[in-house]
């Protein structure tokens, strides 16, 4: 499940990049750095998760 959540969101960082998603808050390309927190505030949920449950 993790690598499939880090392939996921490492597309949408590239697609970022390239032409901006047009979400609140992800208008611009520099903006990529908001959806790596993203994915890594759910990684860290996703391994903790398989870790305790």
């Known amino acids: 499940m993790t690598k499939a959540i880090s392939i996921l ?21 520099t903006d990529f750095w908001k959806l790596a927190l993203f994915a890594f505030a759910i990684w860290t949920v996703a391994l903790l998760g398989r870790e305790f449950f």
């Open 9 to 29: 969101l490492i597309l949408a960082m590239g697609v970022q990049i390239i032409k901006p998603l047009g979400f609140p808050g992800l208008k611009r390309r």
